[in-house]
Nanobody, 125 residues
Framework: QVQLVESGGGLVQPGGSLTLSCAAS????????VGWFRQAPGKERVFVAA????????NYEDSVKGRFTISRDKAKNTVDLQMNSLKPVDTAVYYC??????????????????WGQGTQVTVSS
């Protein structure tokens, strides 16, 4: 059973930076993907970024390209999401998720079998 625990959320001003961390335990294979999704109030959960557990490939939603960076920290067994140039529209609960796909980077929630509890990110002045 894969367990995921997010941390690092909080309140940040527009233009600021924040790093989210997803601590993973359990059976995750190098070809599985770990992704970040976000859900704003009253809206659907949407894809943000994903990385293969091996750390070799990444994928991003268009609106975060150039601002967010997803990476796998093998020493800490985490998947981190570095978020720069944050905007109020980035405000949401951010969720970490692990897929059961192999060697692909899905962007739909149904492809991900395990989810964390979420961490709130608020971008406001």
């Amino acid at each position: 059973q894969v367990q995921l625990v997010e941390s690092g959320g909080g309140l940040v001003q527009p233009g600021g930076s924040l790093t989210l961390s997803c601590a993973a335990s359990g059976p995750i294979f190098s070809g599985n993907a770990v992704g970040w999704f976000r859900q704003a109030p009253g809206k659907e959960r949407v894809f943000v970024a994903a990385v293969l557990w091996s750390g070799t490939r990444t994928n991003y939603e268009d609106s975060v390209k150039g601002r967010f960076t997803i990476s796998r920290d093998k020493a800490k067994n985490t998947v981190d999401l570095q978020m720069n140039s944050l905007k109020p529209v980035d405000t949401a609960v951010y969720y970490c998720a692990a897929s059961n796909t192999l060697n692909s980077l899905p962007s739909t929630p149904v492809a991900f079998r395990s989810w964390g509890q979420g961490t709130q990110v608020t971008v406001s002045s």
